[in-house]
């Protein structure tokens, strides 16, 4: 039997689970109107599913092992992130959802519910390889993994300091209303989401020696959602209505997504741009 074959009475029953799940989400936010914990449950659920897949999973125990701590060490960093940077700090909902509903109209209530369960059936996704590196009868690490283990450690210490860079920023009111520029800041306009995908590019290593060609399904689909859908777009265009020519000038000076060295412009070029 292959590993989806092996895998396939885990993987059902998590859809099942996580359909359910994200259903009483939509249900609670019919009542508080407020869609942001979806993100943290979304985070939270691919960290549940690998565990606990790597618990019941008939694998070698170094890849359960394996599949277990990344997928939980990661899920446990974006969820406390989230939790302590948005669900509890964040009296109102995420700029997303608000854009979404007044969107949707009279459709509010379908479409939100359409949206979790997208949401679930990519926290499914994004579990999926971990599932199945739970299953891998390899009995020894390859190099290969242990390759794709530190980059995903290394790209994720970045995540964390590109966090916290931006914070410092946000805290000091004298440059309130001005774009972050330090330390990481200044070779991407988005370093916190370009390391995030390289952490998933990591994990996308560590999987291939055990899953094959399913282990780049995630790191692509990763790169598309954050690159073109969910992160940057949005970021963006919140970031010009609230800061403007400043952004515009970040822009122009700074690569959008993948780290390079920062251009010098000047005002001239700003507005034209």
């Known amino acids: 039997m292959n590993l989806l074959e092996l895998a396939a009475p885990v993987l059902f029953w998590a859809w099942i689970g996580v359909t359910a799940l994200f259903a009483v989400l939509w249900l609670l936010q019919l009542r508080t109107r407020n869609a942001t914990s979806v993100d943290l449950a979304w985070a939270a659920v691919i960290g549940i599913l690998a565990v606990l897949a790597a618990i019941i999973a008939t694998g070698a125990d170094p890849q359960r092992f394996l599949a277990a701590t990344l997928a939980g060490l990661w899920s446990a960093r974006l969820s406390w992130y989230l939790l302590v940077n948005r669900v509890l700090t964040e009296s109102t909902e995420d700029g997303r959802y608000r854009a979404l ?3 949707l109209g009279q459709r509010e209530a379908v479409g939100f519910f359409f949206v979790y369960q997208l949401q679930a059936l990519l926290a499914l996704g994004f579990a999926t390889p971990f599932i199945l590196l739970a299953y891998s009868s390899d009995q020894a ?5 242990y390759a794709g283990v530190a980059l995903a450690i290394c790209s ?5 300091t ?13 440059l309130r209303g001005q774009t972050c520029r330090r330390g990481l800041w200044q070779y ?3 370093p916190n989401y370009f390391f995030e995908w390289l952490t998933w590019c990591g ?19 990763m790169l598309l959602s954050i690159r073109f859908f969910t992160g940057v777009p949005f970021t963006e265009k919140r970031a010009l209505v609230s800061r403007g020519d400043d952004y515009r000038r970040y822009m122009a000076e700074t690569n959008v997504f993948f780290p390079g ?3 010098r412009i000047s005002s001239t070029q700003t507005a034209k741009s």
């Open 261 to 263: 060295p920062p251009r």
């Open 162 to 174: 590109a966090d916290q860079q931006l914070a410092k920023h946000r805290a000091n009111p004298d």
């Open 203 to 221: 994990f996308g290593i560590a999987q291939f020696a055990a899953i094959g060609w399913m282990a780049t399904i995630a790191p692509v689909a």
């Open 141 to 145: 690490i390859a190099p290969l993994q």
């Open 156 to 160: 994720q210490i970045l995540v964390s």
């Open 188 to 190: 991407s306009r988005h």
């Open 101 to 103: 509903r007044q969107l």
